[in-house]
């Protein structure tokens, strides 16, 4: 049981330090940036969606 465990780890640590390929420095921070820009655009169209409901909501329904 225990060799199958250490055979597990070490297969795992070899797929992930020699068969895996990881992105450059400069494709990280692309996909991190366009990461953040969609985030930005969402959060603002739902803001906007927020700002128009309420005062929807305050014309039908006046306080």
């Known amino acids: 049981m225990f060799k199958k465990i250490?055979?597990?780890?070490?297969?795992?640590?070899d797929?992930?330090?020699h068969k895996t390929t990881w992105p450059s420095r400069a494709q990280l921070t692309h996909?991190?940036?366009?990461?953040?820009s969609a985030s930005l655009v969402i959060a603002?169209?739902?803001?906007a969606m927020d700002f128009v409901f309420q005062h929807v909501m305050n014309f039908v329904y006046p306080s």
Do not use: R
């Open 6 to 13: 250490v055979n597990y780890c070490k297969a795992c640590y």
């Open 15 to 17: 797929e992930l330090a």
């Open 31 to 36: 996909s991190a940036m366009v990461v953040l």
């Open 44 to 47: 603002l169209v739902v803001f």
